[in-house]
């Protein structure tokens, strides 16, 4: 625990997210142009969606990230609760707005899809609703956390409250299994093959893994920004070139 | 050649459809990345700068 709270002290944080930055800069680009090559020209068309199916590419890691950061706010809400850790507060805060902005653009995206694909750019369906469902639990935590006047005390409340919409991920993953819904099942599956064929899956996983990337850049630069410039004493600044 | 980048970017009909969702992501990356960055280099010039 004492490493995890030694992350606390600005200079280190700032050290360790400037050597990381640019490698995880670096692997971005490179996931995420293989991905975008490897989905938009070298995957072949689908066989009944043409090259309406590419959105995957786009729509999968903003569904994944959506859901992904959500259980990371959860387990830093675990962690700022029991453990009482700052750190946890701090990924807990500034993830909320990146997952809130995955979760609207997996709607969109999913929107985007749905017109052609379906006949229509929403419905009722248990999946599109439970994740519709997400967006509203990110806003509310939002709403919170900028409404809340007493900073320690809201950010335990605010830790509970990501809790309890904890609930909605299982929902939101086994929707398509537990109703009769327009949404197709699972793509990738960690248990068995994936419904998917090669030539299309790598460009999808290498999506994935830059988007991952990039949620970690993100959370490093707003973190960084918030115990540096706003919560820290920092002559040590000016001797950084 | 030409008739394979219109091809490519004719996307099978679906063209509307899949380049308004790449935009959107991409905007979106584009803004969460460039808005905290130019943020960080803002006050990291201003620490730098000796106050006279």
Redesign the interface.
């Known amino acids: 625990m004492w490493f995890i709270n030694s992350l606390l002290s600005p200079k280190k944080f700032f050290g360790l997210s400037s050597k990381l930055i640019p490698w995880l800069t670096a692997l971005f680009i490179l996931s995420f142009a293989y991905g975008i090559i490897g989905g ?2 070298l995957a072949p ?1 689908d066989y009944q969606q ?3 199916f ?2 995957i590419y ?2 999968a890691p ?1 569904a994944f990230l959506s859901l992904f950061i959500y259980a990371v706010m959860a387990i830093a809400a675990i962690a700022g609760i029991v453990w009482r850790l700052k750190l946890a507060f701090l990924v807990m805060r500034h993830s909320t707005t ?1 997952g809130a ?1 995955f979760t609207l ?1 997996a709607l ?2 999913g929107s ?2 749905g ?2 694909m379906w006949g229509t750019w929403w419905l009722w369906d248990a999946r599109l609703t439970s994740e519709l469902i997400l967006l509203f639990l990110y806003i509310g935590i939002i709403l919170f956390q900028s409404a809340v006047a007493q900073k320690r005390q809201g950010e335990r409340i605010t830790a509970i409250l990501v809790l309890i919409g904890f609930i909605d991920i299982p929902i939101i993953h086994y929707s398509v299994y537990w109703w009769n819904t327009l949404h197709q099942g699972a793509t990738l599956k960690v248990f068995a093959p994936s419904a998917i064929e090669s030539s299309m899956l790598y460009p999808l996983l290498a999506m994935i893994a830059a988007f991952l990337i ?1 949620y970690v ?2 959370l490093f ?2 973190m ?2 918030e115990l ?2 706003l919560q820290a004493n ?1 002559h040590w ?2 001797e ?1 070139k | 050649m030409i008739d394979a980048i219109l091809r490519f970017f004719y996307m099978g009909g679906y063209a509307w459809y899949v380049w308004s969702a790449y935009t959107c992501v991409f905007a979106f990356l584009l803004m969460q990345w460039f808005l905290p960055w130019r943020r960080w280099q803002k006050y990291l010039r201003e620490q730098q700068q000796p106050k006279s």
Do not use: N
Request: hydrophobic fraction near 45%.
């Open positions: 938009l020209i068309a043409g090259d309406g590419r959105i786009v729509h903003c990146v902005g653009l969109i995206t985007l899809w017109k052609p990039y850049i993100v630069l707003r960084s920004y540096t410039a920092h600044l000016k950084q």
